[in-house]
T-cell receptor, first 116, second 115 residues
Framework: DQQVKQNSPSLSVQEGRISILNCDYT??????FLWYKKYPAEGPTFLIS?????DKNEDGRFTVFLNKSAKHLSLHIVPSQPGDSAVYFC???????????????FGQGTILTVHP | GAVVSQHPSWVICKSGTSVKIECRSL??????MFWYRQFPKQSLMLMAT?????????EQGVEKDKFLINHASLTLSTLTVTSAHPEDSSFYIC???????????FGEGSRLTVL
């Protein structure tokens, strides 16, 4: 049972344009969501997170939107840069008070390719 | 940010042997560490939660006798794949929870190939 789903295995974007990565979840107990960036043969690195009490969080070029009613979140990268090319995972945690990460459930990942 | 280091980064072993992977938090104490496994083009799957000084908590479907986890100190957790078989070949990643917010920091991962 895949509780966190990233239905797009890959996304290709032109440099300077917006990249939108999507993630859906089924567990209504999830109260904290994170996005990670991962290069091959490396561990994930944290990008941005959002608590379920918010619907938007912004950090530089990265913005995460949360739609609780739809159980959907998205990561927007504007403007996209070739260095953003990587695998992006969304992850969710539950019952950690919405402030700490606890155990994470990951999506399958989306390969983002940003073309110069 | 905090640093979590895994060793070895890659290992090749013969079927039937045991392999130990170390996960160290280099600049903070981690009372809790997590072990994940990633198959090619798939998600990171949580295998177990490792708590310092106590037994690990394994996720459903993970064989605790196959994947031995020891968290002997606040900076070190080890995963031992016992009697490894080719189907155990995978990318294993640990993460450590930093006190306070419980923010997670990931190691670089360890690629295991069992021949």
């Amino acid at each position: 049972d895949q509780q966190v789903k990233q239905n797009s295995p890959s996304l290709s974007v032109q440099e300077g344009r917006i990249s939108i990565l999507n993630c859906d979840y089924t567990n209504s107990m999830f109260d904290y969501f994170l996005w990670y960036k991962k290069y091959p043969a490396e561990g994930p690195t944290f990008l941005i997170s959002i608590s379920s009490i918010k619907d938007k969080n912004e950090d530089g070029r990265f913005t995460v939107f949360l739609n609780k009613s739809a159980k959907h979140l998205s990561l927007h990268i504007v403007p996209s840069q070739p260095g953003d090319s990587a695998v992006y995972f969304c992850a969710a945690s539950a019952g950690a008070g919405g402030t700490s990460y606890g155990k994470l459930t990951f999506g399958q990942g989306t390969i983002l390719t940003v073309h110069p | 940010g905090a640093v979590v280091s895994q060793h070895p980064s890659w290992v090749i072993c013969k079927s039937g042997t045991s392999v130990k992977i170390e996960c160290r938090s280099l600049d903070f104490q981690a009372t809790t560490m997590f072990w994940y496994r990633q198959f090619p083009k798939q998600s990171l799957m949580l295998m177990a939660t490792s708590n310092e000084g106590s037994k690990a908590t394994y996720e459903q479907g993970v064989e605790k006798d196959k994947f031995l986890i020891n968290h002997a100190s606040l900076t070190l957790s080890t995963l031992t794949v016992t009697s490894a078989h080719p189907e155990d070949s995978s990318f294993y990643i640990c993460s450590a929870s930093k006190g306070g917010t419980g923010e997670l920091f990931f190691g670089e991962g360890s690629r295991l190939t069992v021949l």
